[in-house]
């Protein structure tokens, strides 16, 4: 009877556990972190332009828009304090303004919204690796 209960508690517990990781689902912090990071990297890649194409500038807002999912699936899916909030403010406001100039193709404001970007990145990482959270 004693083992009919152990397999009966592990079957539960193994649907829970599994159960808790669909929900969850998506990524760690840092995973979503890493791809934030890859994204911004294309458009480091094209910042130093003069001028731009039509397929640069849907790259960048595609770029844009991915960073504004991660960071809202980031900011829905775990916890997080009151500098992690603004910080995530920060870069929801400089992606969806690289998406706007982008759709107007305005080289320029891409330019200053993405070192402006850069800026609220490298603070959110400054402060976390400061205080030793898991944040890369």
Same mark, same amino acid.
């Given at each position: ?7 009966? !508690? +592990?079957?539960?517990?193994?649907? &829970? @556990? ?8 998506? *990524? #760690? ?29 849907g790259?960048? !807002? +595609?770029?844009a828009?991915?960073? &504004? @999912? ?8 775990? *916890? #997080? ?35 402006r ?20």
């Open positions: 009877m004693s083992l009919r209960k152990g397999i009966i !508690a +592990g079957t539960i517990t193994l649907f &829970i @556990a599994a159960v808790s990781s669909v929900s969850y689902g998506q *990524a #760690s912090q840092g995973e979503l972190c890493k791809k934030m990071w890859d994204n911004f990297q294309g458009m480091r890649a094209m910042t130093g332009l003069s001028a731009a194409s039509d397929e640069q500038f790259k960048f !807002a +595609g770029f828009k991915s960073i &504004i @999912a991660d960071t809202n699936t980031s900011t829905e899916k775990f *916890a #997080s304090d009151k500098n992690y909030k603004v910080l995530n403010g920060e870069v929801l406001y400089h992606s969806g303004e690289i998406d706007k100039a982008a759709g107007s193709k305005d080289l320029e404001e891409i330019q200053v919204q993405f070192r970007l850069t800026i609220a990145c490298r603070n959110c990482h400054k402060i976390y690796k400061s205080e030793l959270k898991l944040v890369p």
